[in-house]
């Protein structure tokens, strides 16, 4: 068993879905594992992971809809706004969504599903760099 990590950025230009999939198939395919996990770890409070379709891009448009209707920008039940009208709405967004994803490597390949995608969800409006960790253990 052999585990290996790599940290990938990414520099999101403000609240959207960036599909990161190429990024860590890139780096999974080349590590010659037959069997093993993946693991994805964002280390923000105020973006997160998701893993969803990639097939039509209507669903990450209603995906941001949905949060926008869900936690909106600017609401008076938050005090914390230290960063502004988005700051607190992006913590509860990262709350509900994923800051880890674990994907299994089978047959040398991850595992991810026909039309599934790994996606970075950046919840601030500003532009940041994110940091991702991905950690594989296998063999």
Do not use: C
Not at 6 to 27: C, F, H, M
Not at 67 to 74: T, Y
Not at 75 to 104: C, K, W, Y
């Amino acid at each position: 068993m052999q585990q290996l990590t790599q940290e990938i950025s990414i520099k999101a230009q403000g609240r959207r879905i960036y599909d990161i999939t190429p990024q860590v198939l890139n780096w999974a395919n080349q590590l010659g594992y037959n069997t093993g996990l993946l693991t994805l770890y964002i280390q923000h409070t105020s973006a997160s992971l998701m893993i969803n379709e990639n097939y039509d891009a209507d669903v990450l448009v209603d995906m941001e809809a949905f949060f926008n209707r869900l936690v909106p920008d600017g609401d008076n039940l938050f005090i914390h706004t230290v960063e502004g009208p988005d700051d607190m709405p992006a913590h509860v967004r990262s709350a509900l969504t994923q800051t880890s994803l674990s994907i299994p490597i089978l047959d040398g390949k991850v595992a991810l599903g026909q039309w599934q995608g790994i996606f970075l969800y950046e919840h601030r409006h500003m532009p940041a760099t994110r940091r991702i960790i991905l950690h594989a253990l296998g063999d």
